[in-house]
Structures are given as structure tokens and as C-alpha cells.
């Protein structure tokens, strides 16, 4: 696939990181567009309309996070955080706030590509589908039919439960995004409560039973403890 038409916004203070990170892109054909403080990203947001933002969270005038906040305002540009932050609460606030994915230092090249094909597939398919009537997800061999509320693996119908089919069907239509616990609980049941994390985690216990997946299998759900749960999208 030739990504020439994908410009990403690079948002890095540190040279050594900027130009690693630049390099590998630039190897993948993404055209790539760099700022090394929140204001001087601002402006190149603004003129340059990026497909996507991989974005630092330490910067020198100001804190990445006020960046997601101006961007997020503006647009649904996927926002990739790129940071040595690995606390939980770090990662839950940028998820929380419109981050489409959150990836700490070090990090992998093929990881980091995988993520970015990810966060722009899926970008691509909110803008251009969204959930249409009729609408089907497929990932694998896995099919969701959002009008019949149906889920097959291989052919087979998997019956969940109601609860279990909405849990599933959100992480589907946010497919590459990772969702916060916080924010899965609001969709499903509109409000928390002391146990709703394990409400939320004995539901997905349930689910990957009946899916068939076992303990550390990321076919189709992978979950990052304390944080959240992200449906797979790069094994289309």
C-alpha cells in the first residue's frame, strides 16, 4: 500500500527520538511533519491538516495534553501519545481526554506502525461508514451484524448475553482506539459504581470464553491492565 497521501504531525522535543521516529516513517512512505513544542505544533496543525498526530506529552512550553485539548476541539484527528510517562493515571487522562492510542518509551518500530495503521484505518472508517443500517464489522474470521445484534466466529453464532453483545459492538465501532474502563462503564450502563470495573472485567471474562480466547491471546480484544480494553484492528 503506498501511504504518500498520509501526512502525520510529529510533536517531539528530542532530536535522537524525532529522527528515529521520522526515519522509520519516512521508510513506511508516510509523509511526515515535524514540531518540537506545543505552540509551533499548533500552527502546523492548522495549516498542514495532518491525517494523524503522534504526540509527546513532555514538551518544553507546555504540557502535550493542552495540545490534545486544542486539537480535539478542532477535529477527530487521531492523536497517537508517545511518552516516558508510564504511570496508569497519565495514560487514563490522555485516553479519557481523545487520545486514540497511548504508547510508552521505549517502544518498538513494528509496534508503533501498528498502531499508526490502526489509528488511520480506523479514522477512515468512522469518517467514510461510521455504523450504517445493514452495517457489518469484520476483523479475522470474526463478523458482527449490528442490525440482527449477531455475533459469528468462523460462521458459528456466539450467543452472548445483551450486556456482553454492547460491550462488544462499542469496542468494534471504536476498532484501534483504546477505551478506558471509565468510559466503556458510561456507554454500557451510564453511570459507576463501586464494582463497576469488575462488573466490566467478569462481562469480558465471559466474552473471551465464549470467543474462544485464551489467557494472553490477542485475536480480537487486547486489554491493557488499569487501563482499558481495545478491539485489534490490524488483522483485517
Not at 511518552?83 to 510508552?104: C, P, Q
Request: glycine residues 8%; charged residues 25%; proline residues 3%.
Amino acid at each position: 500500500m503506498n501511504n504518500n497521501k498520509y501526512k502525520i504531525l510529529l510533536v517531539e522535543d528530542e532530536s535522537n527520538i524525532r529522527n528515529l521516529v521520522s526515519t522509520m516513517l519516512e521508510a513506511s512512505e508516510y509523509r511526515v511533519i515535524t514540531a518540537t513544542t506545543c505552540k509551533e505544533a499548533e500552527t502546523m496543525f492548522a495549516s498542514h491538516m495532518p491525517d494523524l498526530i503522534i504526540l509527546d506529552l513532555g514538551l518544553p512550553d507546555k504540557n502535550g495534553l493542552e495540545l490534545l485539548n486544542y486539537v480535539r476541539n478542532e477535529s477527530l484527528t487521531p492523536i497517537i501519545i508517545l511518552s516516558a510517562r508510564t504511570d496508569e493515571h497519565d495514560k487514563v487522562e490522555a485516553l479519557d481526554m481523545g487520545a486514540n492510542d497511548y504508547i510508552t518509551k521505549p517502544f518498538g518500530s513494528a509496534e508503533l506502525l501498528a498502531r499508526v495503521r490502526s489509528a488511520l484505518r480506523n479514522n477512515r472508517h468512522c469518517s467514510e461508514e461510521g455504523k450504517l443500517p445493514g452495517g457489518k464489522f469484520i476483523l479475522g474470521d470474526m463478523v458482527i451484524d449490528y442490525d440482527a445484534r449477531q455475533i459469528f466466529i468462523g460462521g458459528n453464532e456466539i450467543k452472548l448475553t445483551q450486556t456482553e453483545y454492547n460491550i462488544v459492538a462499542l469496542l468494534s465501532e471504536y476498532s484501534g482506539k483504546m477505551m478506558t474502563y471509565s468510559a466503556i462503564i458510561k456507554t454500557i450502563w451510564g453511570y459507576p459504581d463501586e464494582g463497576s470495573i469488575k462488573k466490566l472485567q467478569v462481562n469480558m471474562a465471559n466474552i473471551r470464553k465464549k470467543f474462544g480466547i485464551k489467557p494472553g491471546d490477542k485475536s480480537y480484544i487486547i486489554n491493557e491492565l488499569g487501563v482499558g480494553y481495545r478491539m485489534n484492528s490490524d488483522k483485517n
